[in-house]
């Protein structure tokens, strides 16, 4: 069964984790918060705090895992300076966990050299820091194979679906975007 991993740092966009983690969860998919750090408490942008299931450090990832990084300057540039993070999530991938990220989330993957030639979307204004990606910030969503994207806060339901989506059923997309209203 395929684990999703939201990966939480200090300062996270809160709508961009919580909306995935909710969807996902509605669909009877096993998501796990990841702190970055010591703590499993991770206060976000806005003053909302999570309470993690595992730090991210103790994750142990299997191939088809899919590892889900929220925007939020402060969050993504907490796990860009965390070393043992982002080791971990690069050893994460090149096992084969699959990758989603939102907003600035992508700039993880820049820094990691995985974005040569993807194409993706990322909160507009941010394009420079995306290195060697495709972007384009008109859409809500990008997929480009496994990878997929979102653009900003406004879009966190789309991204949510495209990765149930990806990781389940259309009976089941279906079924949660009919429960939703969407």
Excluded: W
Excluded at 61 to 66: L, Q
Excluded at 90 to 97: D, E, P, V
Excluded at 98 to 121: D, F, H, M
Excluded at 125 to 135: H, K, R, S, V, W
């Amino acid at each position: 069964m395929t684990r999703v991993y939201i990966i939480l740092g200090k300062g996270f966009e809160e709508i961009e984790a919580i909306t995935p983690g909710d969807i996902l969860r509605r669909g009877a998919i096993k998501v796990y918060y990841a702190a970055v750090g010591k703590k499993k408490l991770v206060m976000g942008a806005h003053g909302i705090s999570i309470q993690a299931d595992v730090k991210l450090s103790d994750v142990i990832f299997t191939n088809g895992d899919y590892i889900v990084i929220p925007g939020g300057m402060s969050g993504v540039n907490s796990i860009k300076t965390n070393s043992s993070a982002m080791k971990t999530l690069r050893a994460a991938i090149n096992g084969g966990a699959n990758i989603a990220a939102i907003c600035a989330g992508p700039s993880v993957l820049a820094q990691l050299g995985l974005l040569e030639g993807r194409r993706i979307t990322c909160y507009p204004g941010l394009e420079e820091m995306m290195t060697g990606a495709l972007c384009d910030v008109s859409l809500p969503v990008v997929k480009d194979g496994k990878l997929i994207t979102g653009r900003a806060p406004g879009a966190a339901i789309d991204f949510a679906l495209a990765l149930v989506a990806e990781i389940s059923s259309k009976e089941l997309l279906d079924r949660i975007k009919k429960g939703l209203v969407y």
